[in-house]
């Protein structure tokens, strides 16, 4: 008995320090710091989105990408100073922008609860209201993260997937961060939001199309990208609603209707083609598996406790 109840406090200890013991994250970390902190952040992208709809994919691309390298820690927000390379000039991150808008939003939060907020939550609060606002589920982000006093452009190319990541690839590294094949093919639906560069498909499009891309998109596709010049500005719709968060990118990869050649390739492997078709015949199951598979990759290696730093400038480390 009394082991027993050694455990349990433990486990009651655990619970009320930690929230659901995941690593030191918990739900409502600010919540006396920062009360209002969650809520800035929401109407901060709210009216961002109101002005410019493409901050959505923007914000959201910028959550995983983020996560990607060395995990969920803010280091893409960090410049060129300090001796650093940031990892924004990686041709991996080729069109990510609006990063202006996190550091906006943490300079509310600056004004309000100084030194409090790190740039690594707001980012993957950021990209909740992203999916949240654009129709998408409301995810619970839990929150504790701290700031990383590194970046480099090496690690993002190294660890960043290729535009023409394979299927082999795709589920590799989708099982090194504990996500399941399915929760994987869920999180693929945030090409739902946005566009693609002709850069990134356009090995896809000569001397044919891929015979595994419907002919009239191929056709269309090529019309766009023709001129190699401008393969860096010219781009395509991901899918048919870019600014609604839906369950359509899965509708359209089935009829053959991808860009990238995930897309196509996910739609067709055995491995997960009835994933994409069950989550295109059932729109809250892919909510549910996108939520799953989104929440476990913002909780990939954390800094929390002690670790790393709370910038006050997402820009720059502190010294």
């Known amino acids: 008995m009394g082991l027993r109840v050694v455990v349990l406090v433990l486990i009651m200890n655990c619970f009320f320090a930690f929230g659901d ?13 920062c009360p209002n902190a969650e809520m800035v952040v929401k109407m901060k992208m709210n009216t961002s989105m109101m002005s410019d709809p493409t901050t ?9 990408h983020d996560c990607q390298v060395d995990g969920c820690d803010g280091s893409i927000l960090l410049g060129n100073s300090n001796g650093l390379t940031t990892e924004t000039i990686s041709h991996k991150n080729f069109g ?14 600056e004004t309000m ?14 990209a909740r209201e992203a999916v949240s606002l654009t129709g998408g589920p409301y995810m619970e982000v839990l929150t504790g993260r701290r700031d990383t006093v590194s970046t480099s452009t090496k690690r993002a190319d190294c660890q960043l997937p290729t535009a023409n990541i394979s299927v082999d690839k795709f589920i590799k590294i989708f099982k090194k961060k504990n996500i399941s094949l399915e929760d994987g093919v869920a999180v693929m639906g945030s090409h739902s939001l946005g566009i693609s560069h002709c850069r990134n498909f356009e090995g896809r499009l000569w001397p044919l199309p891929d015979p595994k891309m419907s002919p009239p998109l191929g056709r269309k596709l090529q019309l766009i990208c023709k001129n190699q010049t401008l393969s860096d500005v010219a781009f395509a719709q991901n899918d048919a609603t870019i ?9 359209d990869i089935l009829s053959g209707r991808g860009l ?18 069950n989550f295109g015949q059932d729109t809250q199951k892919f909510f549910d598996r ?3 598979g989104f929440l476990k ?14 910038r006050r400038d997402c820009r720059f480390r502190n010294s």
């Open 21 to 33: 013991c995941t690593g030191g994250l918990e739900l409502g970390f600010y919540t006396r710091s």
């Open 56 to 64: 959505a994919p923007a914000i959201l691309r910028l959550a995983f």
């Open 96 to 109: 990510i922008h609006k990063l202006e808008v996190i550091n906006e939003i943490k300079s509310s939060l």
């Open 113 to 126: 609860c100084p030194e409090t907020v790190s740039c690594a939550d707001i980012i993957q609060m950021a």
């Open 243 to 251: 600014f609604s968060f839906d369950n359509q990118y899965f509708i």
């Open 260 to 277: 990238l050649r995930i897309d196509s390739e996910i739609a067709r492997d055995p491995r997960t083609q009835q994933y994409v078709y």
């Open 290 to 292: 996108f939520s799953s």
């Open 297 to 310: 990759l913002s909780e990939y290696k954390v800094l929390v406790g002690e670790k790393g730093e709370i």
